[in-house]
């Protein structure tokens, strides 16, 4: 069975930082993009980043410029590395892989969550 377990959160002070790491075992094929979701009390889940096979990464305007993925391919590993952190980062953040089915078709593997938590 697949499995995603994420791994890094915890409480952390304004301008701290924060990596977060994603372990994927079992069977996956076909991986499109590797990534990182958050969803904070009461909204909605946001898309934070996400990296390609080919090492192409995007970003939540939120984010960019303080935030950095990673993926390591021989421990089928992904990371969030999360610099100055800010209050409104708070959130559980969720590894995702999303891989290819057909067009227009993808399927989505999600890990259990891991709390950030930036706080004075």
């Known amino acids: 069975q697949v499995q995603l377990v ?7 002070q304004p301008g701290g930082s924060l990596r977060l790491s994603c372990a994927v075992s079992g069977s996956i094929f076909n991986i499109f993009t590797m990534g990182w979701y958050r969803q904070a009390a009461g909204k909605e ?3 934070v980043a996400a990296i390609t096979r080919g ?24 990371y969030l590395q999360m610099n100055s952190l800010k209050p409104e ?3 559980v953040y969720y590894c995702n892989v999303r891989t290819y089915v057909a067009d ?3 399927r989505d593997y999600w ?6 938590t930036v706080s004075s």
């Open 6 to 12: 994420e791994s890094g959160g915890g409480l952390v």
């Open 45 to 47: 889940r946001e898309k």
């Open 55 to 78: 090492s192409i990464r995007n970003y939540a305007d939120a984010v960019k410029g303080r935030f950095t993925i990673s993926r390591d391919n021989a421990k089928n590993t992904v």
């Open 89 to 91: 980062d708070t959130a």
């Open 104 to 106: 227009m078709t993808n």
């Open 111 to 116: 890990g259990q969550g891991t709390q950030v």
